[in-house]
C-alpha cells in the first residue's frame, strides 16, 4: 500500500516477510516497546512503515551480537525518538561493522528467508558480483551475513550493476588506505606497549574508528550533493551512536 505522499505502509504480514522474521516476533516485540505502534488504518488494520522495518533490521543485528533482550532494549531507549528509516540503517551499519565476519552455507530457501525477500537467478548473480554470495556445495550458497541486507537493499537501487561495483571498488580502496594510515598512527602509539595492551587499545577503538568514518562520509558525502543539487539537500541528523553486543533468538 502507498499512502497520499508516495510513502509505502505495510501490513503485519508484509512486514514481517520483508524483515524475515515472524509475525509472532513482530508482536512481540511491539508488546516489548521495540518498535512503535503502527499507523491505525481502515477497519483498524495496522500499516508500518520503513522506520519499522530498518528498526527490525537493527535488532537483528544487535542479536547477532550475541546482545540479551533486556540489553537490545536499554540500547534502543537510548536512541533518539525521531530516528528515520536512514538514522536507524546508519547505527545498524556501525553495529555491524566490527561484528566478527559470519559466513555461512545455506539453501536457497534459507538464503531467500535471510534475504527477506524472493530471489530469482538474477538477483543471486547481482549478489555474487557483489560478493555477497557465492556457491557453495550442491545447491547451497555460502552467504556473508554481515552483506547480505546491504546487498538485497542495493538490488532495488535504480543503479546499473557495473556502477554498483565500480563504487564497491572505490569505497573499499579507500577504507583500505584509510585503515594502513590509521595502523600506521596506532602503532606508533603503542610499540612500547604490552600486547595485551595493544589488543585491548585495538578492541575499544575499532567502533570509535569506524563511527567517526561514517560520521565524516555522511558529512561529506552531503557537501557534494548540496553542491551537485544546488543546495537543496536537506540536512538530516548525523546519528550513529556507539553498541555493544544479541538477543535470546525470536520470542
Same mark, same amino acid.
Given at each position: 500500500?502507498t499512502?497520499?505522499?508516495?510513502?509505502?505502509?505495510?501490513?503485519?504480514?508484509?512486514?514481517?516477510?520483508r524483515?524475515?522474521?515472524?509475525?509472532r516476533t513482530?508482536?512481540f516485540y511491539g508488546?516489548?516497546?521495540?518498535?512503535p505502534p503502527p499507523?491505525l488504518?481502515?477497519?483498524?488494520v495496522g500499516?508500518?512503515g520503513?522506520e519499522?522495518? $530498518?528498526?527490525?533490521?537493527?535488532?537483528e543485528?544487535l542479536?547477532?551480537?550475541?546482545?540479551?533482550l533486556?540489553a537490545?532494549?536499554?540500547?534502543?531507549q537510548?536512541?533518539?525518538p525521531?530516528?528515520?528509516?536512514?538514522?536507524?540503517a546508519?547505527?545498524? $551499519?556501525v553495529v555491524a561493522?566490527?561484528?566478527?565476519?559470519?559466513?555461512?552455507?545455506?539453501?536457497?530457501?534459507?538464503?531467500?528467508?535471510?534475504?527477506?525477500?524472493?530471489?530469482?537467478?538474477g538477483?543471486?548473480?547481482?549478489?555474487?558480483?557483489?560478493g555477497?554470495v557465492?556457491?557453495?556445495?550442491?545447491? $547451497?550458497?555460502?552467504?556473508d551475513l554481515?552483506?547480505?541486507?546491504l546487498?538485497v537493499r542495493?538490488?532495488d537501487?535504480?543503479?546499473?550493476?557495473?556502477?554498483i561495483l565500480?563504487?564497491?571498488?572505490?569505497?573499499?580502496?579507500?577504507?583500505r588506505?584509510?585503515?594502513?594510515?590509521?595502523?600506521r598512527?596506532?602503532?606508533?602509539e603503542?610499540e612500547?606497549? $604490552?600486547?595485551?595492551?595493544?589488543?585491548?587499545?585495538?578492541?575499544s577503538?575499532?567502533?570509535?574508528?569506524?563511527?567517526?568514518?561514517?560520521?565524516?562520509?555522511?558529512?561529506?558525502?552531503?557537501?557534494e550533493?548540496?553542491?551537485?543539487l544546488?543546495?537543496?539537500?536537506?540536512?538530516?541528523?548525523?546519528g550513529p551512536a556507539?553498541?555493544?553486543?544479541?538477543?535470546d533468538?525470536?520470542?
Open positions: 500500500m499512502t497520499g505522499t508516495g510513502e509505502t505502509t505495510l501490513t503485519i504480514d508484509e512486514l514481517a516477510a524483515a524475515g522474521t515472524t509475525v513482530v508482536r508488546t516489548k516497546g521495540l518498535l499507523v488504518g481502515p477497519r483498524r500499516h508500518y520503513r519499522h522495518l $530498518a528498526r527490525l533490521a537493527l535488532i543485528e542479536q547477532h551480537q550475541g546482545m540479551t533486556a537490545i532494549e536499554r540500547y534502543l537510548q536512541l533518539p525521531d530516528l528515520d528509516a536512514h538514522d536507524l546508519v547505527h545498524r $551499519a561493522s566490527w561484528a566478527p565476519e559470519s559466513v555461512e552455507t545455506v539453501p536457497r530457501a534459507e538464503l531467500e528467508r535471510r534475504a527477506g525477500r524472493a530471489l530469482d537467478d538477483d543471486v548473480a547481482r549478489l555474487a558480483a557483489m555477497v557465492a556457491d557453495g556445495d550442491g545447491d $547451497a550458497y555460502r552467504v554481515g552483506l547480505l541486507r546487498g542495493l538490488l537501487v535504480p543503479l546499473s550493476p557495473e556502477a565500480a563504487s564497491r571498488k572505490v569505497l573499499i580502496e579507500h577504507a588506505e584509510a585503515a594502513r594510515e590509521l595502523s598512527l596506532f602503532r606508533q603503542v612500547q606497549r $604490552a600486547a595485551q595492551d595493544v589488543k585491548s587499545l585495538s578492541a577503538m575499532q567502533p570509535m574508528v569506524v563511527q567517526a568514518l561514517l560520521t565524516a562520509f555522511q558529512r561529506s558525502l552531503r557537501e550533493l548540496r553542491e551537485w544546488g543546495g537543496d539537500t536537506p540536512t538530516d541528523g548525523d556507539d553498541a555493544d553486543g544479541r538477543a533468538g525470536d520470542a
